[in-house]
């Protein structure tokens, strides 16, 4: 984090009601970042692009439908001053908001047209007592307000509590998450085409370890929509 960056923070504490990118005064109709920073999201539009960059991350790791990511995540950039209000700063609104901009960008799209079911990656039980609520699930809640698709959020469960992903290795990540996921009812996704939603998208492991319990069920398909993309 960038000594601007920190004073950045420290002043949004006091002054919420400011633009958490340029710092500008919001109007009313603004919520956590101003209309001018909002149209400069740096969007991928990937959803367009079969074999995207996101896709042939994943490629042959598990089966899957398609992969679409809202914005380009950048250390600094408008996406993480973002997703740092949400995660930490407890701005749930901005989690559903961006939910929504996504899902009014994929709506009546061949990537979403297909979907039944969205399915949050899930918290464990123990970081979701701390945060208050599961960022992805607001994610979720804002494109299914667009898209009318109902959000499953208590089949796919995190059973085990691991550390934080934040500065671990491909390898390390993947030991990490590899059995952390289950699914409490097999049959709520039998012959679904689901649509897992995470916050941002790194290494896919979390992603790639959710696929494990989703894909025991019959006749299942797996789409992977996040915010954010780091590559
Ligand atoms: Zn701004």
């Keep these: 984090m960038t000594p601007h960056s920190i004073l950045h923070d420290f002043l949004h504490l006091f002054f919420p009601d400011c633009c958490c990118f340029c710092g500008n005064k919001l109007n009313v109709s603004e919520n956590g970042i101003c209309l001018e920073c909002l149209y400069k999201l740096p969007k991928t539009n990937n959803f367009k692009i079969p074999g995207n960059k996101?896709?042939?991350?994943?490629?042959?790791?598990?089966?899957?439908?398609?992969?679409?990511?809202f914005c380009v995540y950048t250390k600094d950039g408008i996406l993480q001053k973002l997703v740092h209000q949400f995660k930490y700063n407890n701005r749930k609104e901005i989690a559903i908001m961006l939910g929504r901009?996504?899902?009014n960008d994929i709506l009546g799209s061949e990537f979403i047209s297909s979907i039944d079911l969205i399915v949050p990656v899930p918290l464990h039980p123990k970081r979701l007592k701390i945060?208050?609520?599961?960022?992805s699930e607001l994610i979720a809640r804002g494109m299914s307000e667009v898209t009318e698709i109902s959000v499953s959020s208590s089949n796919l469960i995190r059973s085990i509590y691991n550390p934080?992903?934040?500065k671990r290795s491909r390898t390390q990540r993947w030991e990490n998450v590899k059995d952390i996921f289950e699914l409490r009812n097999i049959n709520e996704f039998?012959?679904?085409h689901v649509l897992l939603?995470?916050?941002?998208?790194?290494?896919?492991?979390?992603?790639?370890?959710?696929?494990?319990?989703?894909l025991k069920c019959n006749n299942v398909k797996i789409s992977i929509a996040t915010l954010g993309e780091v590559f």
């Design 101 to 103: 901009l996504f899902a």
């Design 54 to 69: 996101a896709e042939e991350l994943m490629a042959g790791r598990f089966p899957f439908q398609r992969i679409a990511s």
């Design 131 to 135: 945060r208050g609520y599961n960022q």
């Design 197 to 214: 939603v995470d916050d941002v998208i790194t290494t896919g492991s979390t992603i790639e370890a959710c696929s494990i319990p989703i």
């Design 190 to 192: 039998a012959n679904k």
């Design 164 to 166: 934080t992903q934040t």
